[in-house]
């Protein structure tokens, strides 16, 4: 575990951050992430993906939001840091192509994390 202090953030809300290291697995194609993407925990693997409103794998509950832009080439995965806690800004986190209500159901629930977004 790893407690970062950073002053000067469009994506951070002003609460101290912690990060752990997490693993993005290959989709298969070559996929750019960019920094504060929703992250979800594939049950199975124990690896993470974008999140996935409509999964069931584990990918459809946010489990961290991603720290930096990062790609992750077609084969292989890749290291990157994801923060699973502080405060963050909505606006700022690429939530794809999900809806306002999934969004807010997310928000929610990534509170009950310690991943509070305003």
Do not use: C
């Not at 953030?9 to 951050?17: E, F, I, M, Q, R």
């Not at 920094?35 to 996935?52: E, N, Q």
Request: aromatic share 6%; proline share 3%; hydrophobic share 45%.
């Amino acid at each position: 575990m790893v407690t970062a202090e950073i002053t000067s953030s469009t994506l951070l809300a002003g609460h101290d951050v912690i990060t752990y290291q997490v693993t993005l697995a290959s989709t298969g194609a070559e996929v750019t992430l960019q920094r504060g993407t929703p992250l979800g925990r594939v049950t199975a693997t124990r690896k993470f993906k974008a999140w996935d409103p409509a999964a069931s794998d584990g990918s459809e509950v946010i489990a961290a939001l991603l720290a930096e832009t990062k790609t992750v080439l077609a084969a292989g995965d890749a290291k990157s840091d994801g923060y699973v806690h502080g405060e963050f800004h909505k606006n700022a986190i690429p939530w794809g192509a999900a809806t306002a209500d999934q969004i807010s159901d997310a928000v929610w629930a990534m509170a009950g994390r310690g991943i509070y977004v305003r």
